[in-house]
């Protein structure tokens, strides 16, 4: 099946501090990624979509200057959290989608901002 | 607003038990309906897909049904078993994908 991997799993940064995530789809190419945000025992809250070659598509209040996302291939999407704060600690998970209804999902990356 | 809402919130069984889980949704404009599993800490597992067109769908014990005209899905878990100890999202897709709050289930051995 069609695999997609997250880099960092984990990362702990400073307040203030941006930090990268990495979306890559390993085995197929991905016109459309998706990124969501999940709290402690809450459900996925989708933040923004990105087509490659093109802008990131918000949700309604995602912040785009905070959360900027870069899908400059079929295979990586990244998202930046610029000056992080303790309140963006959060679990994010990022899926790829192949063909028009299947979407693979990434094993998520852990942030905590201190 | 597509909105989706999952009962029970929690649910603890014995091992043995046969189980359903709930997941309603307000728009039926809908390509197919997704169930996950998440365990603590992780990303989804995906565990069926059903198409707007169908019915329902079936792997191992798990069968899930749509019934997209009321706007209903149900995951059935025969014989549940520690290991399915997780919690149990459904996703409805309509270009995006919408989540409900999830199921986290406990089997007890």
């Known amino acids: 099946g069609a695999v997609v991997s997250q880099h960092p799993s984990r990362v702990i940064c400073k307040s203030g501090t941006s930090v990268k995530i990495e979306c890559r789809s390993l085995?197929?190419?991905?016109?459309?990624m998706f990124w969501y945000r999940q709290f402690p025992k809450k459900s996925l809250m989708l933040m923004a979509t990105s087509n490659e070659g093109s802008k990131a598509t918000y949700e309604q209040g995602v912040e785009k200057d905070k959360f900027l996302i870069n899908h400059a291939s079929l295979t990586l999407s990244t998202l930046t959290v610029t000056s992080a704060h303790p309140e963006d600690s959060s679990f994010y998970i990022c899926?790829?989608?192949?063909?028009?209804?299947?979407?693979?999902f990434g094993p998520g990356t852990r942030l905590t901002v201190t | 607003k597509q909105e989706v809402t999952q009962i029970p919130a929690a649910l603890s069984v014995p091992e043995g038990e046969n189980l359903v889980l709930n997941c309603s949704f307000t728009d039926s404009a809908i390509y197919n309906l997704q169930w996950f599993r998440q365990d603590p800490g992780k990303g989804l597992t995906s565990l069926l897909l059903?198409?707007?067109?169908?019915r329902e769908q079936t792997s191992g014990r798990l069968n899930a049904s749509l019934d997209k005209s009321s706007g209903r899905s149900t995951l059935y878990i025969a014989a549940s078993q520690p290991g399915d100890s997780a919690t149990y999202l459904c996703a409805v897709s309509s270009y995006k994908l919408i989540f409900g709050s999830g199921t986290r289930l406990l089997v007890r051995p």
């Open positions: 085995d197929f190419q991905a016109t459309t």
């Open positions: 059903i198409q707007s067109s169908q």
């Open positions: 899926s790829a989608r192949e063909r028009e209804w299947e979407q693979y």
